[in-house]
């Protein structure tokens, strides 16, 4: 069964560092996305992208993040300078995005945390 | 208001019975609900999609939506401890493509 894969699964990085979240999603899906829940929070939306571009962000995707499709099959997902709340496990998405009442639906990635020391 | 309302639980369930899961949304525009498993420390696997007022059914689940009440429910009949995770509860509006999460609610099936 296809599925959203993510690299690396953890990330130890020192406050001030930019980091690169790898994904990449399902074949034929039309729809990416980022999400992150911070430890014993909810998953919280980060990002949207659709034909190579963001089509909707929230307020917490700030100047410090940034996506990116650098070829046909990923997705990342950066940050600049990562600060100690930054800390946090960090999922990509996809959906098929056709038509029909299944386009929305979003299979996630494992994930990767991110440890900000 | 939060957007998404779940009781955080823990709600326990003995082995075999029926597990009920609420929740409650805000956004009257709401179009798509969903339900997410999560287990600890692990990302969020899709139980149920529902779209329409009513009950669906898939298996051991069944989702219920009530849009005038802003209120879906899940069902989960013959619980098993492999049922015992997060329950997360979700929509998205038209024309928009986010999830919007609720904080779930902790399900315990007792053996």
């Known amino acids: 069964e296809p599925e959203v894969t993510q690299t690396p699964s953890h990330q130890v990085t020192q406050m001030g560092q930019e980091v690169i979240l790898r994904c990449v999603p399902i074949s034929n899906h039309l729809y990416f996305y980022w999400y992150r829940q911070i430890l014993g929070q909810k998953v919280e939306f980060l990002v949207s992208?659709?034909?190579?571009?963001?089509?909707?962000k929230s307020e917490i995707f700030d100047d410090q993040f940034s996506v990116e499709r650098p070829d046909g099959s990923n997705f990342t997902l950066k940050i600049r300078s990562t600060k100690l709340e930054d800390s946090a496990m960090y999922f990509c998405?996809?959906?098929?995005?056709?038509?029909?009442?299944?386009?929305?639906?979003?299979?996630f990635g494992a994930g990767t945390r991110l440890s900000v020391l | 208001q939060k957007e998404v309302e779940q009781n955080s639980g823990p709600l326990s369930v003995p082995e075999g019975a029926i597990a009920s899961l609420n929740c409650t949304y805000s956004?009257?525009?709401?179009?798509?609900f969903f339900w997410y498993r999560q287990y600890s420390g692990k990302s969020p696997e899709l139980i149920m999609s529902i779209y329409s007022n009513g009950d669906k059914e898939d298996g051991r689940f069944t989702a219920q939506l009530n849009k005038a009440s802003q209120y879906v429910s899940l069902l989960i009949r013959d619980s098993q401890p492999s049922d015992s995770a997060t329950y997360l509860c979700a929509y998205s509006v038209q024309g928009a493509q986010k999830l919007v999460f609720g904080q779930g609610t902790r399900l315990t099936i007792n053996p």
């Open positions: 998405a996809s959906s098929p995005g056709t038509s029909g009442r299944g386009k929305n639906i979003q299979y």
């Open positions: 956004d009257r525009v709401s179009q798509s």
């Open positions: 992208f659709y034909n190579n571009e963001i089509s909707e």
